[in-house]
């Protein structure tokens, strides 16, 4: 065994020894019942105070790494049989595999990911920097599991402006991001085994959570109205639940109308049924005011609004929200209490210091611009050398439609090598047989000085699947 000490490292001596020794015996090279020097011994090889190597020797016997005694020495723990348990890559076409493809990056294209080119990110660091001071210095106390009440007032001040809602801070919920919320909201709810409306297409995190949280799916058909009510109604008018995008439809961008809106909250009101709105992209309309949210027609309870903070400044925050109904704001911090705690309050605070200073209504603003003319800049480069595909744009993505004899997975799969990574269409649809082919390209990830090289590598990817 090699014990090399560094003398001019941070890391006390005692430390080093205890590493170097920890690490002899996890590689084997001190196997079970292998005799150690003495304490006294070992410092004289090492040069070093004999009290060091006795603290090195204490902590190896506080971990039950070796095991001393007057008889026998001291000697190399037994260690307990182990297996090497590599880390084992997701199954092919699970879930798992899915979600890491959509959420690695960062990337050209690349869906659900705020740009950092309009982003106050030094200001923000500051205000982060300040909230986790006072957050150390404060006294070591449970937070609210409902929420820091400085952010929640915030967020309900700002829904009122931004989105319509007539909300208390009471009745704000912070969660760890919208699935998070979700997963909050499904449990408040206990809605095992019946039915729930959701959107085809719509998100497939979305779908996926509702199906662990054992509830019955039935796709309900977009179009350029929103989710078809009527179809619903006639298909599955006992459902207990309907999970929309009514702002901007996640992935078609289509803003539910106002009748199918009141439609949507007639049905719920009659069926006591339950309505979860998912703020998809919340204000960022680049076409136009932003769309009330649904929750502000809502007079009977029957809305759940989920928001986040991930489209507007970062998934990393993992900082969202939830607007319960009245009926349901001591069920709702229950739950949180015991299963679902937010984030801590440093961050919180950070977060509300930079929406009651005016910073976050104003980087919404510098972002909206920057997206519209990355945006443009993409139809640009785009629209003249369409083809065969046709194009459209739906909220912060730019839609390439193939036939569906195309494959949109093996496209993407080909694209990867290059960093780019839009999202395939097909795998938004409930159903094979109704899917359609294409790629949704981010547009907060496209920014303008790279645009026309990673059209030119995209375009090149398709052509060879035409």
């Known amino acids: 065994m090699q014990l090399e000490l560094d003398r001019a490292a941070k890391v006390p001596l005692a430390e080093q020894i205890s590493r170097g020794i920890a690490a002899a015996i996890d590689s084997g090279v001190l196997a079970p019942g292998a005799r150690l020097p003495s304490w006294q011994d070992l410092a004289v090889q090492l040069g070093v105070a004999r009290g060091t190597v006795r603290v090195a020797y204490e902590k190896l016997a506080a971990a039950q790494l070796i095991v001393a005694s007057r008889a026998t020495g001291t000697r190399v723990a037994a260690q307990p049989a182990t297996t090497a348990r590599p880390d084992r890559k997701p199954d092919p076409g699970s879930f798992m595999e899915m979600y890491r493809e959509m959420t690695a990056g960062p990337a050209i294209f690349q869906m659900g990911i705020a740009g950092q080119q309009a982003f106050p990110a ?5 205000i982060r920097a300040r ?13 609210d599991p409902r929420g820091e009440l400085e952010l929640r007032r915030e967020i309900a001040t700002y829904l009122a402006i931004a989105r319509g809602i007539d909300c208390s801070p009471g009745q704000i919920i912070v969660t760890g991001g919208f699935s998070a919320g979700l997963g909050l909201a499904l449990r408040v709810l206990g809605l095992e085994g ?47 639940l309907a999970v929309v995008t009514a702002g901007q439809q996640a992935p078609l961008g289509v803003t539910l109308s106002l009748t199918r809106r009141l439609a949507l909250l007639d049905w719920a009101t009659q069926a006591n049924a339950w309505v979860i709105e998912d703020d998809y992209l919340s204000e960022l309309q680049l076409k136009g005011r932003a769309a009330p949210a649904l929750a502000s027609l809502d007079r009977s309870g029957r809305v759940i609004h989920i928001g986040s903070f991930s489209k507007t400044i970062s998934p990393a925050l993992r900082l969202g929200f939830i607007v319960s109904p009245p009926s349901l704001v001591a069920r709702f911090g229950e ?45 640009k480069q785009l629209e003249p050398r369409a083809g065969d595909f046709n194009i459209t744009t739906a909220g912060l993505a730019v839609v390439l439609e193939f036939p569906n004899t195309t494959s949109d997975l093996a496209i993407i799969r080909e694209m990867l090598p290059f960093g780019l990574t839009p999202a395939p269409l097909s795998i938004w649809y409930a159903s094979p047989v109704t899917a359609k082919s294409g790629l949704l390209l981010g547009v907060a990830t496209s920014p303008v000085r790279h645009v026309a090289r990673s059209c030119d590598r995209l375009l090149s990817v398709i052509d060879r699947f035409s």
């Not at 030094?122 to 500051?126: G, M, P």
């Not at 909230?131 to 210095?137: F, G, H, I, Q, V």
């Not at 409306?197 to 979305?206: L, Q, R, Y």
């Open 194 to 240: 019946r039915k729930a409306w959701f959107e085809d297409p719509g998100f497939p995190f979305t779908k996926h959570g509702l199906e662990l949280g054992r509830l019955s799916l039935v796709p309900i058909p977009v179009d350029m109205q929103g989710i078809d009510v009527a179809y619903g109604l006639q298909h599955a008018a006992d459902a207990a």
């Open 335 to 379: 739950v949180a209490a015991c299963l679902a705690p937010p984030p801590g309050p440093a961050t919180q605070n950070a977060i509300a210091a930079f929406m009651q200073d005016g910073h976050y209504l104003r980087h919404l603003r510098r972002t909206k611009r920057t997206y519209g003319a990355q945006r443009d800049a993409l139809l």
């Open 131 to 143: 909230a986790l001071r006072e957050e150390t210095s404060a006294a070591p106390l449970y937070p």
């Open 122 to 126: 030094k200001l923000l660091a500051r």
